[in-house]
């Protein structure tokens, strides 16, 4: 029900931006705003795309954390897909989350929440982004093969 909600009041307020900035601007300048935003977030898409597999790469190989170019990553993709979407609420979202500043905040919300990675709060190791976890190691080795007996249902 909050979905629906949700997404009934976003689509009331896009269409009283439309009507509000594009009296403003003039339907000329509201189409020219609405195209370019569609083409940036586009370009964004592309050329997100390519950078994501190579972030990954490098993060994995540098030996840091890759989940953090990857939320960014995710972040700018978002904000594509909010610039390509016709609107000035959908712009408005898509250009701040353009800004690494509010794309660093947003991940540290996210991460504070225990909803995506980073440090559990309480428990034992409180504070510790590692799992410690005491174990022995068996090592379990199979019984030697002892020769096979014939059974007697075959000529040896």
Same mark, same amino acid.
């Given at each position: 029900?909050r979905?629906l909600l949700?997404?009934?009041g $976003?689509?009331?307020?896009e269409?009283?931006?439309f009507v509000t900035v594009?009296?403003w601007?003039g339907?000329?300048l509201?189409?020219?705003w609405v195209?370019?935003t569609?083409?940036l977030?586009?370009?964004?898409?592309r $050329?997100?795309?390519?950078?994501m597999?190579?972030?990954?790469?490098?993060?994995m190989?540098?030996?840091?954390?890759p989940?953090?170019?990857a939320a960014h990553?995710g972040?700018?993709?978002?904000?594509?897909?909010l610039l390509i979407?016709p609107?000035f609420l959908?712009?408005?979202?898509?250009?701040?989350?353009?800004i690494?500043?509010?794309r660093?905040a947003?991940l540290s919300?996210?991460?504070?929440?225990?909803?995506?990675a980073?440090?559990?709060?309480?428990?034992?190791?409180?504070?510790?982004p590692?799992d410690?976890?005491?174990?022995?190691?068996?090592e379990?080795?199979?019984?030697?093969r002892t020769?096979?007996?014939?059974?007697? $249902?075959t000529?040896?």
């Open positions: 029900m979905v949700l997404f009934c $976003w689509s009331l307020i269409i009283a931006l594009g009296g601007l339907l000329g509201t189409l020219v195209i370019a569609g083409m977030g586009v370009a964004l898409i $050329w997100q795309g390519a950078r597999g190579m972030n990954l790469r490098q993060g190989g540098a030996a840091r954390d989940l953090s170019g990553s972040l700018i993709m978002l904000a594509a897909v979407l609107g959908t712009d408005a979202v898509g250009l701040v989350l353009l690494p500043m509010a660093r947003i919300a996210i991460a504070g929440r225990g909803i995506g980073g440090p559990r709060r309480g428990g034992p190791y409180a504070g510790d590692f410690v976890i005491d174990a022995e190691v068996v379990d080795v199979p019984p030697a020769p096979h007996k014939p059974s007697g $249902w000529q040896s």
